[in-house]
């Protein structure tokens, strides 16, 4: 199996940031991620997994890790009855289509989330009222000592949440569908798709939504337009002018400008609204966000 040094992973993130991995490879069968989980334990190099980094900032330095994109067998659907068989690295736009082609509904969903199974299960990603628990039976995990098919309830899917880690690689699921028109599901997937069209930035580079929604009557993304933010640039990045829940890739922007942008949201959102806004976008590398207490303007 093929190890490669020092790839940039901005070419793996929608956001197009992100530095260099010490370790990538692209395994296609359980047999090699389970040559290449023990090559870095051998190694004591941690390890991750990309998707299509549609909800991921990668640190500016690189990444000390062994980083694996899944692809092959791993990423390959098929229909079993009312149940479609996914590898980890399917994207949900191949999966979607494949359940419109068997008449099968569920997953509609996942039309505009544009992420891999295992991306969305890692964060139980939803939309529309619908999210990866709802349509998942059971999925196969893989870690060094072994693999094993856990449930929603063993994953503790949550509102964007499970308690997968790094170093636990969803190799596959099984997601439990049911029969419907395809002509019905073509209709529904159109109005979905207009409605995220009218409301958010689908023509730029960005990592989806920036912040979880809070406990709060305003979403994250009312909250920070509230805030003035909307259109607000740090060095090539700028939260959109079109959602204050994105962040958007104006023009060479650096992992960094992100950060700084969510660190300076967060402490506007703190001080109008008393509330702290948890972080939804992934961070791979040595990343993080300053508490709030330190980043309070001088009076
Ligand atoms: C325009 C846009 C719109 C979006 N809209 C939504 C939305 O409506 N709802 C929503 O929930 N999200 C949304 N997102 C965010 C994102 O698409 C989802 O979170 C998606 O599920 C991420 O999947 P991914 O494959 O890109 O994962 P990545 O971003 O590549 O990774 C995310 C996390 O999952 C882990 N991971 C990925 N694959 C595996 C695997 N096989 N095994 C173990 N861990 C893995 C990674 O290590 C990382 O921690 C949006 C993003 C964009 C750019």
């Known amino acids: 199996m093929r190890v490669e040094q020092g790839v940039p992973l901005s070419r793996f993130t929608t956001l197009g940031t ?22 870095a334990a051998s190694r004591d190099l941690p390890v991750a997994v990309v998707g299509l980094g549609s909800n991921l ?13 899944l692809a092959g067998a791993l990423a390959a659907v098929e229909v079993d009855g009312e149940t479609l068989r996914v590898g980890g690295g399917a994207a949900n736009a191949v999966c979607l289509h494949r359940a419109r082609a068997a008449g099968l509904g569920g997953f509609e969903f996942a039309c505009a989330i544009p992420g891999t199974i295992g991306g969305g299960i890692w964060m139980n990603a939803g939309a529309y009222g619908g999210d990866f628990s709802l349509v998942l039976g059971r999925a196969l995990v893989a870690t060094v000592d072994g693999s094993g098919w856990l449930t929603p309830a063993d994953l503790g899917l949550a509102y ?50 920036v912040f979880k929604n809070p406990e709060h009557e305003l979403s994250a993304g009312r909250m920070l337009e509230s805030c003035g933010l909307k259109g607000h640039r740090i060095g090539g990045a700028q939260i959109s002018p079109k959602h204050a829940n994105f962040i958007e890739n104006a ?25 702290e806004l948890r972080h939804e976008v992934e961070f791979l590398g040595p990343l993080e966000l300053p508490p709030l207490a330190s980043t309070r303007r001088q009076r």
Do not use: C
């Not at 992100?18 to 090559?39: D, H, M, N, Q, T």
């Open 18 to 39: 992100g530095g260099p991995a010490r370790a990538f490879a692209k395994p296609e069968s359980e047999a090699e991620i389970e040559e290449l989980l023990l090559w």
């Open 57 to 69: 900032l990668v640190a500016d330095e690189g990444v000390e890790a062994l980083v694996l994109r």
């Open 160 to 209: 964007r949440h499970s308690e997968l880690r790094h170093g636990q690689v969803v190799l596959g699921a099984e997601l439990r569908l049911r029969p419907r028109p395809s002509d019905e599901i073509r209709a529904q997937v159109r109005e979905l798709n207009a409605q995220r069209k009218a409301a958010q930035p689908t023509n730029r580079r960005t990592f989806g939504s």
């Open 251 to 275: 023009d060479g922007a650096r992992t960094a400008d992100a950060i700084a942008l969510m660190t300076e949201a967060r402490r506007r959102a703190y001080e109008q609204y008393g509330v």
